[in-house]
Every structure is written in C-alpha cells, then in structure tokens.
C-alpha cells in the first residue's frame, strides 16, 4: 500500500519536472548588455548625462563652470557677485531645481534639442543666449550677460551638455513643469495666505523675503517677493506656472511622485504670492501677436472679452475653451461665430 501511494505521488511529480521549461544560459559578457535593457524598460523619464564622463579636459572644464554658474549665480553675479553684479541676489536653481536637472522642475532636458525656435512672446526665432538673458533681466531681475563672455558660453555649454542624450526636435520627458487642471472657480488668495503661513513660511518669511546665508552672498531659501524677487515679466509671475512648480516640488520634501499640496492648495498659494508686490519690467514688445498670449497671462491688452482680473485669477476653464474655437476656426475645422 506504502509503495502505490509512492507511485502515485511520484508519476505526476516526474512528469512535471520533466516538462519544466530550460532556464536560458546567461553568458556573463551579456550581463552589462542586460543592465542596460532593464534600465531602459524602467527609465520613465529624461536623465541628465554625467559631467565627470566628458574626455576633453577643456571641455569638462567650461561645463562644470557652466553648472557653478547655475547653482550659485548670486557669488559670480548677484549684487555682490564675483564677476559682476547685474543680478538680484537669487539663484538660477531657485527656479531650475538641483542645477536643472530635477524632474517637473524646470529642467534644462529639453533646451538643446528645441533652441532656436519660435516664441510667441518675443515673436521671433530665439537662440539659447536670448532664453538665458531672459532670466537674468525676468526672473533674476538684473541686467543681460554679454552673449560673447565667458560666463554664458560656460552656461550656454553646460546646457548643451544636459541635452546631448536628447534627439534633435524631440521633448525630454519630464523636461518643464507637468500639466495641470484649471479649477472650476477663480484661485483664491486669501485660502492661499493660509497655506502659505502653514507650508511656506516658515523657509520664506512671512515677508517673503526669505533667507540669505551666513555671508550674504546667496538665498539658502530665496524670495518669493519684494524688491530682491522675480519681476513681474518673469514665467512664474504667471499663477499656473507657479502652481505646477510648487505642487511638485514644494515645500522641502515634496516631489511630483509624492507631492504635499493639493491642486487648489498649489493653485491658491501661487495665487498669495503672486498677488504680493513684485519688481515691475516695462516690456511693451511682448506678445505682438495678442492671440497668443496665454490664458493667465496678468497684463492686457488681450484679443478675447475677458477682464484683466479674469485673466490673472480665472476661472482659467472659459479663457481656454473660448482658445480653444479661436484656433478651430482659424484652422478651418469649426463655424467661425464665437
């Protein structure tokens, strides 16, 4: 009886083994070969390239003055910069987090592969070195590098660095901020002062004039608005890009896999802060083609029916909808009554 029951187990128990699929051989020569495929599977966003694999020693060099001048500008070019002082004191990394290379914010992945192009704000064709001054003169509120000098062609390099593992044309994924919804109601700058005074104030100030180091050469924490802050030309003067800004990255901590603020948190706080006293740049060449401003930019004239204030707090939803047909129409694939 023993011995059946020992069959009986056995003949299934063989039979299994038997037909078990062969585990494939891997030679250890294809292991690197591996690595990489299983890196690639899982890469779900743009990598900045490694600075320390740049063979040609003057190369590597002008790169790595490249990313100082990002990370500290305020020592080489705040007021009491270094090099020159033509700069209010803030860091390029204040808004191009870990030196432009952090995900949704702000990165520089894509800057190489899609310069020079188009912008409808200037209604031209612009270069890197125009991207660039742009901030110095927005939201460094200062005054532009010279295009030939050595601190923006190291600037210039270290971007172009960032981008080489990025095809020609093509966008980086998460290069720029991640999209956002528009509430169904205006953002509240009253809700956001009290997310602000929760979240943010304590790095900022209650004054959002935020923290100098020790030497006063640069912001540990920098301004978000007074005199030494952005102006009011500057891209996060818009509320939605401050918004996605903050809603991943911000407070300390935060990331866009796990943010702390809520969307009406993120959209109420940039709201606050937006809505304080920021440094004003007279710009009256700016969007010449009014259509194409976008629905939140602050300052009119504008194409459409819709308030200044509308335009600056929403609701966004009606702003963008009304876009939306203007740009049918003008394809041709809608009635053209608005």
Same mark, same amino acid.
């Given at each position: 009886?023993?011995?059946?029951?020992?069959?009986?187990?056995?003949?299934?128990?063989?039979?299994?083994?038997?037909?078990?699929?062969?585990?494939?051989?891997?030679?250890?020569?294809?292991?690197?070969?591996?690595?990489? $495929? +299983?890196?690639?599977? #899982?890469?779900? #966003?743009?990598?900045?390239?490694?600075?320390?694999?740049?063979?040609?020693?003057?190369?590597?060099?002008?790169? $790595?003055?490249?990313?100082? *001048?990002?990370?500290?500008?305020?020592?080489?070019?705040?007021?009491?910069?270094?090099?020159?002082?033509?700069?209010?004191?803030?860091?390029?990394?204040?808004?191009?987090?870990?030196?432009?290379?952090?995900? #949704?914010?702000?990165?520089?992945?894509?800057?190489?592969?899609?310069?020079?192009?188009?912008?409808?704000?200037?209604?031209?064709?612009?270069?890197?070195?125009?991207?660039?001054?742009?901030?110095? $003169?927005?939201?460094?509120?200062?005054?532009?590098?010279?295009? $030939?000098?050595?601190?923006?062609?190291?600037?210039?390099?270290?971007?172009?660095?960032?981008?080489?593992?990025?095809?020609?044309?093509?966008?980086?994924?998460?290069?720029?901020?991640?999209?956002?919804?528009?509430?169904?109601?205006?953002?509240?700058p009253e809700k956001g002062k009290a997310v602000y005074t929760s979240?943010?104030?304590?790095?900022?100030?209650?004054?959002?004039?935020?923290? *100098?180091?020790?030497?006063?050469?640069?912001?540990?924490?920098?301004?978000?608005?007074?005199?030494?802050?952005?102006?009011?030309g500057a891209g996060l003067y818009r509320i939605s890009n401050f918004?996605?800004? +903050?809603?991943?990255?911000?407070?300390?901590?935060?990331?866009?896999?796990?943010?702390?603020?809520?969307?009406?948190?993120?959209?109420? +706080?940039?709201?606050?802060?937006?809505?304080?006293?920021?440094?004003?740049?007279?710009?009256?060449?700016?969007?010449?083609?009014?259509?194409?401003?976008?629905?939140?930019?602050?300052?009119?004239?504008?194409?459409?029916?819709?308030?200044?204030?509308?335009?600056?707090?929403?609701?966004?939803?009606?702003?963008?909808?009304?876009?939306?047909?203007?740009?049918? +129409?003008?394809?041709?694939?809608?009635?053209?009554?608005?």
């Open positions: 009886m023993l011995v059946l029951i020992v069959i009986i187990i056995a003949l299934p128990l063989g039979y299994y083994l038997i037909n078990l699929p062969k585990t494939p051989k891997i030679k250890l020569a294809d292991t690197p070969a591996l690595i990489a $495929e +299983v890196k690639t599977a #899982f890469q779900e #966003f743009w990598i900045a390239p490694d600075i320390s694999t740049i063979s040609d020693a003057k190369q590597k060099s002008e790169v $790595e003055y490249g990313k100082e *001048l990002i990370a500290h500008t305020a020592k080489y070019l705040g007021p009491n910069g270094s090099v020159r002082q033509i700069s209010n004191g803030m860091n390029c990394q204040n808004c191009h987090l870990k030196a432009g290379t952090a995900v #949704f914010a702000n990165n520089y992945g894509s800057v190489a592969s899609l310069y020079p192009k188009f912008r409808a704000r200037s209604g031209t064709e612009e270069g890197v070195e125009k991207r660039v001054n742009d901030c110095f $003169e927005r939201s460094l509120n200062g005054s532009a590098l010279d295009t $030939e000098s050595k601190e923006m062609k190291a600037i210039v390099a270290y971007i172009s660095f960032l981008g080489s593992n990025v095809k020609k044309g093509e966008k980086a994924a998460g290069s720029g901020f991640r999209d956002m919804a528009y509430l169904d109601r205006a953002v509240d979240k943010c104030q304590s790095c900022h100030q209650s004054d959002g004039s935020g923290i *100098l180091n020790p030497d006063k050469t640069e912001y540990t924490f920098p301004p978000l608005w007074g005199k030494n802050s952005y102006n009011d918004a996605k800004y +903050v809603k991943d990255n911000m407070p300390q901590g935060a990331t866009y896999e796990n943010p702390i603020l809520s969307d009406e948190e993120a959209w109420d +706080v940039a709201a606050y802060v937006n809505s304080q006293t920021h440094p004003h740049i007279n710009v009256p060449k700016d969007w010449p083609d009014k259509s194409k401003k976008p629905v939140d930019h602050p300052f009119g004239p504008y194409s459409d029916k819709f308030t200044e204030q509308q335009h600056k707090y929403g609701p966004f939803k009606p702003i963008a909808e009304e876009q939306k047909k203007r740009a049918e +129409v003008a394809k041709g694939n809608a009635p053209s009554k608005i």
